[in-house]
């Protein structure tokens, strides 16, 4: 009897991977694509797992021919942490910012990279004119100074029409430490920036009270995702004319709701993250495949994305 050769596939390193959207998408993506595997392999791990499991998850991923890379979600600082010795490379934006979000291959080498600057940018021009900032004096502030929230920083300062003030917020002062340090190294205008610790959500209540007209008020804490709640309060009162960006498009969502509930008054324009997800995980696929997509392929795999949203 001849034996069936292994299948390639493609990872996905979550906490909740099998209730992800993109189980559904990525063959539809697969096909589009023309990608050799249409299977996604998730590897879920808990909220803050031993750093034991990250290395034995990197290490099968590295040892097993068959395994193109992985797309990395909410694991990915503590990934960097416990494993980055384990890569032959990783990009300066992986380094400064110490998180993976893309394994990839080339040959017999492991490549880290941190995808979320291009990402968040391209999910950000999907929705905000080009020339908000310069137009309205708006700010923006960020909930969150994980991951996302710092790609998001890194993004909204390198832009030609940057905003008048970032604030960014965080429950601990040891992440915003961090990402201070992560903006001197980088060369970010120190003024630009604010690093707020908001113990409460209370007190990020009142910075987004404060912030101008039109400003962005973006979750990137994970809140309404990975654990169920929100950054602020149901008592929040948004700016008028604010973009209230969530960055989950599944889970409880209390952030994306809170929103909504403001909607008409205060003539909100609130954005879920379905097109963050979208360019996160094209940007992924075309790097563990290495592939180049135009806007009009990225297109295509939203319409397929969204016909089983």
Same mark, same amino acid.
């Given at each position: 009897m001849t034996e069936t050769a292994p299948a390639d596939c493609m990872g996905f390193v979550g906490v909740t991977t099998g209730s992800s959207s993109i189980m559904k998408v990525f063959p539809l993506w697969a096909d589009i694509l023309g990608l050799p595997t249409r299977t996604l392999v998730g590897h879920d791990l808990p909220m803050d797992a031993e750093p034991a499991a990250y290395r034995a998850m990197v290490e099968q991923i590295r040892d097993d021919p068959h395994h193109r890379g992985a797309l990395v979600t909410t694991h990915k600082m503590n990934l960097y942490?416990?494993?980055? =010795?384990?890569?032959?490379?990783?990009?300066?934006?992986?380094?400064?910012?110490? &998180?993976?979000? +893309?394994? +990839? #291959? @080339? /040959?017999?080498?492991?490549? /880290?990279?941190? #995808?979320?600057?291009? $990402?968040?940018?391209?999910? *950000?021009? =999907?929705?905000?004119?080009?020339d908000h900032f310069a137009r309205t004096g708006a700010e923006v502030i960020i909930l969150g100074a994980g991951g996302s929230g710092t790609a998001l920083s890194w993004a909204l300062a390198e832009r030609a029409d940057a905003p008048a003030r970032i604030t960014v917020t965080a429950r601990s002062q040891d992440k915003l430490d961090h *990402?201070?340090?992560? %903006?001197?190294? %980088?060369? $970010? =205008? &120190?003024?630009?920036? @604010? !690093?707020v610790l908001t113990e409460t959500a209370e007190q990020a209540d009142a910075l987004v009270a404060a912030a101008p007209a039109g400003s962005v008020i973006a979750n990137a804490t994970g809140l309404g995702k990975d654990r169920p709640g929100s950054p602020l309060t149901d008592a929040?009162? !948004?700016?008028?004319?604010?973009?209230?960006?969530?960055?989950? !498009?599944?889970?409880?969502?209390?952030f994306l709701h809170q929103a909504r509930a403001q909607q008409d008054s205060r003539g909100l324009h609130v954005v879920d993250g379905w097109r963050y997800f979208i360019h996160g995980w094209s940007q992924v696929v075309a790097d563990v495949f290495e592939l180049t997509l135009t806007p009009d392929v990225v297109e295509q795999l939203a319409q397929a994305a969204e016909s089983v949203r």
């Open positions: 942490a416990a494993a980055s =010795d384990l890569f032959d490379e990783l990009d300066p934006f992986a380094v400064s910012c110490s &998180e993976i979000s +893309s394994i +990839s #291959k @080339r /040959g017999d080498r492991l490549i /880290g990279r941190a #995808k979320d600057p291009v $990402t968040v940018d391209l999910a *950000l021009n =999907d929705f905000l004119p080009a *990402l201070r340090e992560v %903006h001197r190294q %980088h060369g $970010t =205008d &120190e003024g630009l920036i @604010r !690093y929040v009162v !948004y700016p008028e004319g604010a973009w209230a960006w969530e960055f989950n !498009y599944r889970g409880s969502l209390e």
